[in-house]
Antibody
Framework: EVQLVESGGGLVQPGGSLRLSCAASGFTFSTYDMHWVRQATGKGLEWVSTIGTSGDTYYPGSVKGRFTISRENAKNSLYLHMNSLRAGDTAVYYC??????????????????WGRGTLVTVSS | DIQMTQSPSSLSASVGDRVTITCRASQSISRYLNWYQQRPGKAPKLLIYAASSLQSGVPSRFSGSGSGTDFTLTISSLQPEDFATYYCQQSYSTPPWTFGPGTKVEIK
């Protein structure tokens, strides 16, 4: 079955660290760019990080320097290392796969596979 | 960064109604626009990509249109399972990958 399964969430104190994992199955993980997206309770979706097939990484300003995305293709796994956590980082964290539609050389990218998410709570 | 807005932020509708949700980008994004559905407590699900292409397995009552800065998601006949929050997302200029704030479709 094609799926993504996140783990590693939990309660952490402000300033603490946590590592999230995302296990991929049913597809060739190494050939896809992967993302983390988060959602605070009752709020919208916020992109958190991207890792390309070549290991290139991208972050928004809100997490840059604190979060690190990585992947281990041999284990079909995606990770998110989170340091210096703040209350504002409290959210459900989803991993997501990116696919694309090729229309005459124009590539339309979209998130076509999502995990169920893992809850991270930052609180004292 | 490209900003995305949606309207309305919420709406109430009955089963069988035709529902239209609008998404606007802060600059032209051609047709680089995706739509997602999120049911309560569930992960987002891709409905439409490239503004109007229906994702495999998604019912044909869902359709998307638009280009440039203005886009719409239409549900031709609302079903009970369609009560959810809908998000648009631009993929024209990334990173960042930006989502709209969402439109919640509730039961009237």
């Amino acid at each position: 079955e094609v799926q993504l399964v996140e783990s590693g969430g939990g309660l952490v104190q402000p300033g603490g660290s946590l590592r999230l994992s995302c296990a991929a199955s049913g597809f060739t993980f190494s050939t896809y760019d992967m993302h983390w997206v988060r959602q605070a309770t009752g709020k919208g979706l916020e992109w958190v990080s991207t890792i390309g097939t070549s290991g290139d990484t991208y972050y928004p300003g809100s997490v840059k320097g604190r979060f690190t995305i990585s992947r281990e293709n041999a284990k079909n796994s995606l990770y998110l290392h989170m340091n210096s956590l703040r209350a504002g980082d409290t959210a459900v964290y989803y991993c997501a796969r990116v696919s694309y539609y090729d229309s005459s050389g124009y590539y339309y990218w979209y998130f076509d596979l999502w995990g169920r998410g893992t809850l991270v709570t930052v609180s004292s | 960064d490209i900003q995305m807005t949606q309207s309305p932020s919420s709406l109430s509708a009955s089963v069988g109604d035709r529902v239209t949700i609008t998404c606007r980008a802060s600059q032209s994004i051609s047709r680089y626009l995706n739509w997602y559905q999120q049911r309560p407590g569930k992960a987002p699900k891709l409905l439409i990509y490239a503004a109007s292409s229906l994702q495999s397995g998604v019912p044909s009552r869902f359709s998307g249109s638009g280009s440039g800065t203005d886009f719409t998601l239409t549900i031709s006949s609302l079903q009970p399972e369609d009560f959810a929050t809908y998000y648009c997302q631009q993929s024209y200029s990334t990173p960042p990958w930006t989502f709209g704030p969402g439109t919640k479709v509730e039961i009237k």
